[in-house]
């Protein structure tokens, strides 16, 4: 093989431990991370791609679907997804990057490029695409998510893909948006960050929602009121890896291998078992984006896949 194990490396916080937890007991049932980057480099003793997913194979999950962030990212998850039966991709330009594209006044050939990868064979997802106006204040570079926003619905709807939205402090105009617009028929809050009206308006749309580690953290009582409030046939789970490391990890590198912790958690918030639990979200996951074996993975490349960053 000649792709690059990772293409990107996560900011080291001091202080942080570094070491990856160890690999918690497995699922009876299994499930899938519907939300991962494996391109980002994490840890003392960074895991690849492939020891990332033979890890997530031994304690039931049986696929991924890698998440691109910007041009660079979608690309590899693409073609990564298309010679790994255990991950499919969602490819888009994150709402923190979409306003620099548009600075440099490459937004329009960005998503082009977007639109060129969601017809590929193994895409199956349209993002994280959506608003973030934790880092962004009102003034042109909002108004470059919104744009962005919107044009990745599009191109959704247009290959007929599920949709990923990030939304972060902006959850009024990411629904107003996706009421105006019109969403994709399948449509998934990523790390799902709202509370039980939020989890109710999706609810009534019939708009996924995707738990992520945080709703394990001890002060993330919003969050676990939502789930409690949410249709079980709405609910997905991701690991966002290699943030938000569910508890009792919090702050150590994630990995989808960690997902049975924040499974379990889901599962003693609603009061079920973990198998029960799983079996629902494994069916509501192949419902947003097929079967991981619809289609067959392609031969290993013999250029370079993507580029270090």
């Known amino acids: 093989m000649t792709d690059p194990a990772f293409i990107r490396q996560r900011h ?27 391109e980002i480099s994490d840890g003392d003793d960074p895991l690849d791609y492939r020891e990332q997913l033979d890890r997530a194979s031994s304690v039931g999950v049986r696929g991924v679907v890698q998440v691109g962030n910007d041009v660079e990212t979608s690309r590899w998850s693409a073609e990564m997804a298309a010679i790994e039966p255990r991950m499919l991709a969602a490819v888009a330009l994150h709402p923190n990057d979409a306003p620099d594209y548009a600075e440099r006044g490459e937004l329009d050939d960005a998503l082009a490029v977007i639109a060129e990868l969601a017809g590929r064979p193994r895409v199956r997802a349209v993002g994280e695409t959506g608003l973030d106006f934790f880092r962004t204040a009102a003034g042109p570079r909002r108004d470059a998510q919104f744009r962005s926003f919107e044009a990745h619905i599009e191109i959704a709807k247009q290959n007929d893909l599920a949709l990923q939205i990030h939304d972060r402090d902006a959850h009024a105009d990411v629904v107003a948006t996706l009421k105006r617009v019109g969403a994709p028929e399948r449509t998934v809050f990523h790390c799902f960050s709202g509370d039980v009206e939020l989890a109710e308006i999706c609810a009534e749309n019939g708009w996924y929602m995707s738990f992520a580690g945080n709703v394990t953290f001890k002060n993330a009582h919003n969050l676990r009121d939502a789930l409690e409030s949410a249709p079980r046939a709405l609910l997905l789970v991701e690991t966002d890896a290699p943030f938000l490391t569910p508890m009792p990890y919090r702050g150590r590198p994630n990995a989808p291998y960690l997902l049975p912790h924040t499974l379990r958690a889901m599962a003693d918030t609603l009061g079920t078992d973990a198998s029960t639990l799983a079996a629902q979200i494994g069916s509501n996951t192949e419902l947003v984006y097929g ?19």
């Open 291 to 309: 079967r991981w074996d619809a289609e067959p993975v392609a031969a290993p490349p013999t250029t370079p896949i993507g580029s270090i960053a």
């Open 12 to 38: 080291v916080t001091n202080g942080r431990d570094l070491a990856y937890p160890p690999l918690p007991e497995a699922l009876v049932v299994p499930v899938y991370d519907n939300h991962t980057h494996l």
